[in-house]
């Protein structure tokens, strides 16, 4: 008999998290899946005017909260990483620095916003921005949810020994927020780059 052992066919594709967190995401994915097409089909019939708007957006801006959600991402799956390998204290450390990321997330976006509000460019000025600020606030709206997840999981990581459940919470919330970070990057996209 061979010395390695193979996995069940069920234990080589593991879910990572609850049923329930996936059916949440599927459902908010879809949600901003019609908000996006939404946007396309109306910037589609005003090319000129969404164009326009749109160089009124500080790419550089878009651009460091680009790499903040990445680099979250990043952060958030070390730390799915090193709970799978029995190092609390780094999993901690990880999704800590997940936190920071997205709390620098939200910075970025109040002086963009700042910048903004200062040019009179406001939620009424056109619907290229009435799009822009339902988008990225809904958006924020994830990232403020998601930080506040994270948060918990910290609380939770720092347990001497973790449950089934903790482990599933940790998977869950880590999923919540690589699908805010996905959403980030096509927001990006659609907003800040498309021609």
């Known amino acids: 008999m061979s010395s390695t052992t193979k996995l069940s066919p069920a234990a080589e594709s593991h879910l990572p998290g609850e049923a329930g967190v996936w059916m949440f995401i599927i459902g908010d994915m879809l949600m901003f899946s019609l908000l996006f097409s939404v ?51 780094l999993t901690t450390r990880f999704l800590i620095g997940a936190v920071l990321c997205g709390l620098g997330f939200i910075v970025v976006k109040v002086f963009e916003y700042g910048e903004k509000f200062a040019a009179d460019l406001t939620i009424v000025t056109n619907d290229f921005f009435m799009y822009y600020y339902l988008l990225t606030g809904i958006h924020l709206l994830h990232v403020v949810i998601g930080i506040i997840v994270l948060l918990y999981l910290c609380t939770v990581s720092r347990g001497p020994e973790l449950s089934q459940g903790d482990v599933n919470m940790l998977e869950s919330g880590a999923s919540f927020w690589h699908m805010v970070d996905m959403l980030w990057i096509v927001l990006f996209a659609l907003l800040y780059l498309m021609r």
Do not use: C, E, K, P
């Not at 589609?44 to 801006?61: C, G, K, P």
């Open 39 to 89: 946007f396309v089909y109306y910037r589609a019939d005003d090319v000129a005017l969404f164009a326009s708007s749109q160089q009124a957006l500080n790419q550089t801006y878009g651009l460091f909260n680009t790499i903040l959600m990445l680099t979250s991402s990043w952060f958030v799956a070390l730390a799915i990483h090193a709970q799978r390998h029995q190092l609390a204290h």
